[in-house]
């Protein structure tokens, strides 16, 4: 079975252009998560999917993100315009249910404004 | 907000020694605490968790203990190997999967 699907891996975009990144989770997980991971630090939470619902976007800075996740299966997060600052990695992640439990997270995109 | 400290940020042991990574978590309202292994440019992983009603919880080699009084938890790897050098995340959530991470710690088992 595959694993949480991401793309792209890496990009690199000047400063002010707009951004997307895609993934696509485990088949049947209802629950999708954007995290975002600085260097040297762990992951921080974007925004949480229940299905296609977006039950948790608070850390999502509204005015320069968006995402959306339509049928409740892939999800898209979009940065625009993106900023010096927004260098990071963007990791997507899923899980079965509303509980906790394991998240199982893709591989990552890896961008770098310039 | 809940909030997850971690300690140390570097850890460096001899192989078949044994490494401990602490995290302390702020909100007494969380029940719920995975350790994620990190290899360099790879995904995290969950490696172990434990939940608020167990005090300690092992697999194989790996440990991890809960204080709920104090709000810590500690990971215990023994018998460290050259593939347990990666970056080790604690996390903490009070339900819901609303994972607050701490900033990781830096193994690194030397020959």
């Known amino acids: 079975e595959a694993g949480v699907v991401q793309s792209p891996r890496y990009k690199i975009i000047e400063k002010k252009q707009p951004v997307a990144f895609w993934c696509n989770p485990i088949s049947g997980h209802n629950t999708l998560y954007w995290y975002l991971q600085n260097l040297g630090q762990g992951p921080e939470l974007l925004i949480r999917?229940?299905?296609?619902?977006?039950?948790?976007d608070s850390q999502l800075p509204k005015d320069r993100f968006s995402a959306e996740r339509l049928k409740g299966v892939d999800s898209t997060l979009k940065i625009q315009p993106a900023e010096l600052g927004d260098s990071a990695v963007y990791l997507c992640?899923?899980?079965?249910?509303?509980?906790?439990?394991?998240?199982?997270f893709g591989p990552g995109t890896r961008l770098t404004v310039l | 907000g809940e909030n997850v400290e971690q300690h140390p940020s570097t850890l460096s042991v001899q192989e078949g020694d044994s490494a401990v990574i602490k995290c302390t978590y702020s909100d007494s309202a969380s029940n719920y605490f995975p350790w994620y292994k990190q290899e360099l440019g790879k995904r995290p992983q969950l490696i172990i968790d434990?939940?608020?009603?167990?005090g300690e919880k092992k697999d194989q080699r790996i440990a991890v203990t809960l204080n709920k009084t104090a709000k810590h938890f500690s990971l215990h790897i023994t018998e460290t190997q050259p593939e347990d050098s990666a970056v080790y995340f604690c996390?903490?959530?009070?339900?819901?999967?609303?994972?607050?991470f701490g900033t990781g710690t830096q193994l690194k088992v030397e020959l």
């Open positions: 996390a903490a959530s009070k339900g819901g999967n609303k994972l607050t």
């Open positions: 999917y229940e299905n296609e619902e977006a039950v948790d």
């Open positions: 434990i939940r608020s009603n167990v």
């Open positions: 992640a899923s899980s079965m249910g509303q509980g906790d439990g394991e998240q199982f």
